[in-house]
């Protein structure tokens, strides 16, 4: 799948979120919405995933597992309107 995220970068940091390396401090929260779902050109959907080197899938497939290991199958409602919500802890 393949998101367009909109960042947050002011509030209280997601209490469901934590920094990476390669974390962008400024930001507090996101808001991400799922290109596979909210469009029906699924050819310029395939050439933008197209588009995107094999190290960044792996990272992402990584850092979903990682997540798993910690927190089990937790996650942020994924409608449009309820993605920017924290998941709450069970």
Same mark, same amino acid.
């Given at each position: 799948?393949? /998101?367009?995220? !909109?960042?947050?970068? $002011? #509030?209280?940091?997601?209490? $469901?979120?934590? &920094? #990476?390396?390669? @974390? +962008? +401090? $400024?930001? /507090? !929260?996101?808001?991400?919405?799922? %290109?596979?779902? *909210?469009?029906?050109?699924?050819?310029?959907?395939e050439? =933008?995933? %197209?588009?995107?080197?094999?190290?960044? +899938? /792996?990272? /992402?497939?990584?850092l #979903?597992?990682?997540?798993?290991?910690? &927190?089990? &199958? *937790? %996650?942020?409602? #994924?409608?449009?309107?309820? @993605?920017?919500?924290?998941? =709450?802890?069970?």
């Amino acid at each position: 799948m393949l /998101t367009v995220l !909109n960042v947050i970068a $002011d #509030g209280e940091f997601a209490p $469901d979120l934590e &920094h #990476g390396p390669d @974390s +962008w +401090w $400024d930001c /507090t !929260n996101f808001l991400p919405f799922i %290109a596979d779902f *909210l469009t029906e050109d699924v050819g310029q959907l395939e050439e =933008r995933k %197209a588009g995107v080197a094999e190290p960044w +899938w /792996t990272r /992402t497939w990584e850092l #979903g597992e990682q997540y798993i290991k910690k &927190h089990g &199958h *937790l %996650a942020r409602d #994924g409608r449009p309107s309820l @993605s920017w919500v924290p998941v =709450r802890s069970a």
